[in-house]
């Protein structure tokens, strides 16, 4: 393989990995941003999102195949009750939480992260589930680079995800509330704005979105695991910080820049795969040492 | 005489252990100016922010259009036209002109409602119109009042709270804000005015109240507070 070959290649699955890394990193960048709260329960739900699609998924085939239609219509029934659920974590584990110290909810969401990855485990017995899909393994090839439709599908899907999300933050009234709130949670109650209900709106965006990136995942790997969600959930966290943690652009950047930066850290000479991760958290300390508000964050002024 | 659309009644309220308003009662008719008076730390804020909602009063009842607001939460109180501009503005930072005012008129439906109250603070504030797809934060201290006066217009309110709109502002600015509202209260606005400033509050007003530490120690025509000398150096201040 030529250096083309190797650098497009690299560049196939940084974008792939990076779409993931974006999905899962928007939902910490929301949540952050609203409410001052590092999610770590974050990845987990990303884990639950692809479980539910599998059982949503084992059902359905019989009648729709899993094929795109069978893997389009669980991921919106997956996207949709894991949303719900990360709006029921968020009233039963952070609401009563939000008075007291700042540390008390980060142990909270640690534990919320616990219950959720051993739950599953004791659901599937700590076993690898195979997500068998249909899609078939025909692709373009472009030289010696052979890219799948399968891998250019999740990243299409994944921008469009992140599409509708900036145009919805943007352009609609709610979305503007959202943005509202982590600027000024007493101007915004003195607009009529329901604070709380837009709280819950944002969990539920936030998880659902991590849901898709999960069944993508699934898809795309072929096998899901209940602990898979532990080390996206950190590097997720990592791509939030490195666009700047607070900011939905930041968040999808980061999230790309991040896949990219592994996937041809993996094609330095003496650092192999098995550095990656080295690599990338290399990359955050470097980061919070230089530029620590990140690429697209905002020096935060402190109000008195 | 006009109907009382604000009776406030032996209001108290608390920040943990300090004892912030005592005992506070007075009222606003339809169609008044009335202003709030005192130093620093007299109280005047947190009466407002007990009349919106924003923090909880521990004793005493607050009655709006005859009904008791006292426990409603702060965005129920809003859909009922009372707004309060508060202190330091809070106007949306990072976000634009444009989309500050929309998130003023959230409680609406109506697009083409919401067209027509922005075109209407346009009309009264040109220079936000000027600016309207620009960040907010880039305006100056009286365009910022002048922004959050606008984005409370956008609610259609009937009672306005207005929390020291003058302040920081050089003179000729707090000239100009007072006229607004002014022009507000004669488009039918009443207004419930909080002052540091009280000689600019007092010409404008009906009425005034004189709080020191929690409590309401003066309360009289806006004339009387003017005309009274010692009032007017012993608490207000000699501006």
């Given at each position: 393989m030529s250096i083309q070959d190797i650098l497009l290649q690299q560049l196939a699955n940084g974008l792939i990995l990076g779409s993931f890394y974006a999905l899962v990193a928007l939902g910490y960048t929301m949540v952050y941003g609203i409410i001052k709260l590092l999610n770590f329960a974050h990845g987990d739900l990303y884990m639950l999102g692809s479980f539910v699609g599998f059982v949503i998924l084992s059902i359905l085939s019989p009648y729709i195949g899993n094929s795109w239609a069978g893997i389009l219509c669980s991921m919106v029934l997956s996207m949709i009750a894991v949303g719900l659920f990360g709006v029921l974590i968020q009233r039963i584990a952070y609401v009563p939480m939000l008075s007291a110290p700042r540390l008390s909810i980060l142990i909270t969401a640690l534990a919320v992260s616990m219950v959720?990855?051993?739950?599953?485990?004791?659901?599937?017995?700590?076993?690898?589930?195979?997500?068998?899909?249909?899609?078939?393994?025909?692709?373009?090839?472009?030289?010696?680079?052979?890219?799948?439709?399968?891998?250019?599908?999740?990243?299409?899907?994944?921008?469009?995800?992140?599409?509708?999300?900036?145009?919805?933050?943007?352009?609609?009234?709610?979305?503007?509330?959202?943005?509202?709130?982590?600027?000024?949670?007493?101007?915004?109650?003195?607009?009529?704005?329901?604070?709380?209900?837009?709280?819950?709106?944002?969990?539920?965006?936030?998880?659902?979105?991590?849901?898709?990136?999960?069944?993508?995942?699934?898809?795309?790997?072929?096998?899901?695991?209940?602990?898979?969600?532990?080390?996206?959930?950190?590097?997720?966290?990592?791509?939030?910080?490195?666009?700047?943690?607070?900011?939905?652009?930041?968040?999808?950047?980061?999230?790309?820049?991040?896949?990219?930066?592994?996937?041809?850290?993996?094609?330095?000479?003496?650092?192999g795969t098995e550095w990656k991760d080295v690599f990338s958290f290399g990359i955050l300390i470097l980061l919070l040492v230089f530029k620590p508000t990140g690429i697209l964050g905002k020096t935060e002024i402190e109000r008195m | 005489m006009s109907d009382t659309l604000l009776e406030i009644e032996n209001l108290e309220t608390h920040y943990g252990k300090i004892h912030a308003l005592r005992s506070i009662s007075f009222s606003v008719r339809e169609g008044q100016i009335v202003t709030l008076l005192g130093a620093n730390g007299a109280g005047k804020s947190t009466t407002l922010k007990a009349i919106s909602g924003l923090i909880r009063s521990t004793s005493g009842s607050i009655r709006y259009l005859g009904e008791d607001i006292t426990r409603k939460p702060a965005h129920e109180i809003v859909q009922m036209g009372l707004i309060h501009v508060p202190e330091g503005r809070k106007i949306f930072?990072?976000?634009?002109?444009?989309?500050?005012?929309?998130?003023?008129?959230?409680?609406?439906?109506?697009?083409?409602?919401?067209?027509?109250?922005?075109?209407?603070?346009?009309?009264?504030?040109?220079?936000?119109?000027?600016?309207?797809?620009?960040?907010?934060?880039?305006?100056?201290?009286?365009?910022?009042?002048?922004?959050?006066?606008?984005?409370?217009?956008?609610?259609?309110?009937?009672?306005?709270?207005?929390?020291?709109?003058?302040?920081?502002?050089?003179?000729?600015?707090?000239?100009?804000?007072?006229?607004?509202?002014?022009?507000?209260?004669?488009?039918?606005?009443?207004?419930?005015?909080?002052?540091?400033?009280?000689?600019?509050?007092?010409?404008?007003?009906?009425?005034?109240?004189?709080?020191?530490?929690?409590?309401?120690?003066?309360?009289?025509?806006?004339?009387?507070?003017?005309?009274?000398?010692?009032?007017?150096?012993?608490?207000?201040?000699?501006?």
């Open positions: 959720l990855y051993n739950g599953v485990m004791a659901f599937t017995d700590g076993q690898y589930l195979a997500f068998k899909t249909d899609l078939g393994f025909e692709g373009l090839e472009f030289g010696n680079v052979f890219i799948t439709y399968t891998q250019m599908i999740l990243v299409g899907a994944s921008i469009i995800l992140m599409i509708v999300l900036y145009l919805f933050v943007h352009k609609t009234l709610y979305g503007k509330a959202m943005r509202a709130i982590a600027i000024d949670q007493d101007a915004c109650r003195l607009m009529g704005i329901n604070v709380n209900k837009i709280i819950a709106l944002t969990f539920f965006i936030g998880t659902s979105l991590a849901a898709a990136a999960g069944i993508m995942a699934g898809t795309y790997y072929g096998s899901i695991h209940f602990f898979m969600g532990f080390v996206i959930g950190l590097k997720a966290f990592t791509a939030a910080v490195i666009g700047g943690i607070g900011s939905i652009p930041g968040a999808m950047l980061g999230g790309l820049l991040l896949g990219l930066l592994e996937s041809f850290g993996t094609q330095i000479p003496f650092i | 930072k990072g976000m634009t002109i444009t989309e500050n005012l929309e998130l003023g008129s959230f409680t609406l439906d109506d697009d083409a409602e919401r067209k027509r109250r922005m075109d209407h603070v346009f009309d009264i504030f040109p220079v936000l119109h000027e600016r309207k797809s620009r960040d907010s934060a880039f305006l100056s201290g009286g365009e910022q009042q002048m922004l959050a006066i606008g984005r409370s217009m956008m609610t259609n309110p009937k009672l306005l709270l207005l929390d020291e709109p003058s302040m920081g502002l050089a003179p000729f600015l707090v000239q100009q804000i007072m006229k607004i509202v002014l022009r507000l209260n004669k488009e039918g606005v009443t207004i419930l005015l909080v002052e540091q400033n009280a000689k600019v509050a007092l010409k404008l007003a009906d009425h005034g109240y004189v709080l020191e530490t929690g409590k309401i120690v003066i309360r009289g025509s806006a004339r009387t507070l003017q005309q009274d000398e010692s009032i007017v150096k012993a608490y207000l201040g000699e501006q």
